[in-house]
């Protein structure tokens, strides 16, 4: 695990909402181009994680992941998972909510 990614506190209290409903959740960074800045929220369980994927961290207690070769090209980014007005993407447990989360990012010189 690499601790790349941390979050706001609007993001943790999220988190811990979506945990008390659905028990241990885990978020994957998207790179689709639509969804390029939103990290899919999953429960454990409904999301399998490839032998590619890479853990950046926890937040929240919920590992975030992304596929190895997205972190290739972010390697050198952290990772700031937050809470904005909006919806969530449709498979993602922050849908429906009218918020869901996003990933602001600073580049880093580790």
């Known amino acids: 695990m690499e601790d790349k990614v941390s979050a706001t506190p609007a993001a943790l209290e999220l988190i811990a ?3 008390s409903e659905y028990g241990p959740i885990l978020f994957h ?3 689709g ?3 390029g ?3 899919m929220c999953y429960a454990q369980g409904d999301f399998i ?3 590619q994927d890479v853990c950046l961290g926890e937040i929240g207690g919920a590992p975030v992941y992304m596929s190895a070769s997205q972190h290739e090209v972010w390697k050198h980014t ?3 998972i937050d809470v904005v007005p909006g919806r969530g993407g449709m498979f993602s447990l ?3 909510r009218e918020v869901r989360f996003l990933t602001r990012s600073t580049i880093c010189v580790r």
Do not use: M, V
């Open 29 to 31: 960074q998207s790179g």
């Open 33 to 35: 181009c639509c969804d």
């Open 78 to 80: 952290d990772l700031i």
């Open 49 to 51: 994680i490839g032998d």
């Open 94 to 96: 922050d849908n429906g």
């Open 17 to 19: 909402t979506l945990q």
């Open 37 to 39: 800045s939103s990290p």
